[in-house]
């Protein structure tokens, strides 16, 4: 069974860059579309990113052209390149695998294995 972990989080000035990792055990990321969602507090979870086994990649669009989500196919992990944070990119931030390798929409529903979070805050 498929298990993530995030790592990366921490606490950043705004107009800084971050990286969040998610590294996988029990199965190789390369079969999986993965996401990046967050929660910001008192919001709703939202999607952030995405990344289709080949690379394809969508965003929301409140982070395109700031956020970069990648893969490294020998280290097994998919990461978010935060770079030009806002203070409104705070938020508990969740990589999501999905059971098809396609480019999908952002929607909790299609992503079935979900990591822990790893804490995310802009703030000077």
């Known amino acids: 069974q498929l298990q993530l972990r995030e790592s990366g989080g921490g606490l950043v000035q705004p107009g800084g860059s971050l990286t969040l990792s998610c590294v996988a055990s029990g199965g190789p990321l390369r079969h999986y579309a993965i996401g990046w969602f967050r929660r910001a507090p008192g919001k709703e979870r939202e999607g952030v990113a995405v990344?289709?086994?080949?690379?394809?990649?969508e965003y929301a669009n409140s982070v395109k052209g700031r956020f970069t989500i990648f893969r490294d196919s020998a280290k097994n992990t998919v990461s978010l390149q935060m770079n030009s944070v806002k203070p409104e990119d705070t938020a508990v931030y969740y990589c999501a695998a999905s059971p098809t390798s396609d480019l999908i929409p952002l929607a909790e529903i299609l992503f079935r294995s979900w990591g822990q979070g790893t804490q995310v805050t802009v703030s000077s």
């Open positions: 990344s289709s086994s080949d690379g394809a990649t």
